[in-house]
């Protein structure tokens, strides 16, 4: 056999091995279905592109800003690039990633994650990171968020990590392997069950230390500085939710509030604020005041909307065709979903 | 050809049998520490990190019990109120541990005999050079663990055992 031969064989070889690879790898990785959390960052590239504002941060960006709620009312072109547990290295990476895609004229970042200041968990750090696309800012969260337990190589080949599940794969695990419909709209993870607070939340747990992370508090200053950089305003906020495990502390508030009077940035802490926006703890939570359900989401972001408009002076897009057209399409999905899941 | 193809394929196997044993490491959650800080209740020792089960049977039905699951529906936090304390429980697929005790009146003490209402200078007596302060809390640790006590006009106004802040 002549050498041409040998090559060949062996480049076919090679190709067929990695084929089978790339395979198992897209069979054994988590699709995210049951936790839907864990599907939302990758979706956001099939709409990058032309939104004025774009949120960042943990749950309580994606349970309690509905971008169709923006648009609908006020013209707001927007995007939640949130994620469970996003911590806020990995909001300053997707943000950094997020510019490369557009030029929002604001980024809403929520505060509540600045009380993590070390890497905390695979689990949550996979929802973030494996719907990033490849880039040297994924490279960078990856680095930033690995715990000891985790290694790098695991992120790139997927594989390596999750090849167990080989033996546990579901008719889901072939169903979505190649494509998955979308779980959120504009990055919202709509949730439409009700379950109301039956009483009011007094306090969170005592804490050791009450001083927001040093580490969490530079990247805060770096994401400050990204946007500045990029033109982009950066708006902090603070959800309206207050439940004993997710406690916001007036310590933390203290420091958040001298920081932004510091920078200059505008703060917005809606629990104080919850009477004003009108949540009725008894019919807009669909887990007993930790999180909105889609009618306290819609509220909460008619109230800021309005303040995003007038003290933000961010545009009402309405009347621009191109941008209204691709907005039908998400206010036509947002409302099919909204309706199917009440029937639910 | 047939040897050459051999060679190719099995070679191929060897990098996949490999690739799979490298990701064969075990993963396991951070053991508890053990910390030598506790409090006897009913008759139970309560300690950070121990897990839950046995206790919660052990110390029959909580005042009120508060659950709270995490974002990505991957565990929960679960507060049980007592008579005398609250516990704090963390609940994941490996099961479940105690995060976090806190003592609510003077029925309970740590280990030490420390109780609420008692004196600055006792705990400090009991529990030597303070690690922390503040003026307003004396804070101890061992190992992973931590135990606070919250100081008002000089006597203790509050106990807590958790895990250091990460």
């Known amino acids: ?344 | 050809m047939k040897r050459s193809w051999m060679a190719v394929f099995a070679l191929g196997l060897a990098v996949i049998l490999s690739l799979s044993l490298f990701g064969c490491r075990k993963t396991e959650d951070n053991e508890a520490s053990g910390g030598h800080f506790s409090v006897q209740y009913k008759g139970v020792t309560l300690e950070i990190g121990q897990p839950a089960e046995e206790v919660l049977k052990a110390l029959s039905d909580p005042v009120s019990k508060k659950e709270i699951g995490d974002c990505g529906g991957l565990g929960a936090q679960v507060r049980y109120d007592y008579s005398s304390l609250i516990l704090y429980v963390l609940e994941s697929k490996d099961g479940a541990v105690i995060d976090q005790i806190t003592l609510t009146d003077d029925l309970v003490a740590t280990e030490k005999g420390i109780c609420i209402g008692d004196s600055q200078d006792k705990v400090k007596e009991a529990y030597g050079n303070v690690i922390q302060s503040d003026g307003s809390r004396l804070v101890y640790t061992s190992g992973d663990n931590q135990l606070i006590f919250e100081i008002k006009d000089g006597k203790v106004s509050g106990i807590d055992l958790m895990q250091i802040t990460q």
């Open chain 1, 1 to 344: 056999m002549n050498l041409k031969k040998r090559i060949l064989i062996a480049v076919c070889a090679i190709l067929v091995i990695t084929l089978i690879l790339s395979f198992l790898q897209l069979l054994v990785v988590p699709k995210y279905r049951s936790n839907p959390e864990g599907a939302m960052i990758g979706e956001y590239y099939d709409q990058a592109g032309g939104h004025d504002v774009i949120f960042v941060g943990d749950c309580e960006v994606y349970e309690s800003i509905v971008p169709a709620t923006l648009w609908e009312e006020y013209g707001i072109s927007s995007y939640v690039r949130g994620s469970a547990q996003q911590l806020v290295w990995q909001s300053y990476y997707l943000l950094e990633e997020t510019f490369r895609y557009e030029k929002p004229r604001a980024v809403v970042f929520n505060v509540l994650a600045l009380k993590y200041g070390t890497p905390q968990s695979e689990a949550f750090n996979r929802m973030t990171l494996d719907g990033m696309k490849w880039s040297t800012s994924k490279w960078k969260a990856i680095q930033a968020s690995m715990t000891e337990e985790e290694h790098f190589l695991d992120y790139v080949f997927p594989l390596l990590r999750f090849h167990s599940r080989i033996t546990q794969l579901t008719a889901e695990d072939f169903q979505y392997a190649f494509d998955a419909p979308a779980v959120s709209q504009s990055g919202y993870l709509m949730q439409t069950n009700i379950v109301p607070m039956t009483e009011a939340e007094e306090e969170g747990r005592t804490l050791s230390d009450y001083t927001l992370p040093e580490s969490a508090m530079n990247y805060l200053e770096q994401m400050r500085l990204l946007c500045e950089k990029n033109g982009a305003e950066l708006i902090l906020m603070k959800a309206p939710t207050n439940s004993w495990a997710y406690w916001w502390y007036e310590e933390w508030e203290e420091q958040i509030c001298t920081y932004a009077e510091e920078k200059n940035l505008s703060y917005y802490n809606f629990i104080p604020l919850c009477e004003e926006i009108g949540i009725d703890w008894n019919t807009d939570t669909y887990d007993a005041g930790v999180h909105l359900n889609v009618y306290g989401a819609e509220k909460l972001s008619r109230y800021f909307g309005a303040l995003l408009q007038s003290a933000h002076h961010i545009p009402d897009r309405r009347s621009e065709a191109e941008t209204s057209a691709r907005w039908q399409e998400r206010m036509d999905a947002y409302r099919k979903q909204k309706i199917q899941l009440e029937k639910e």
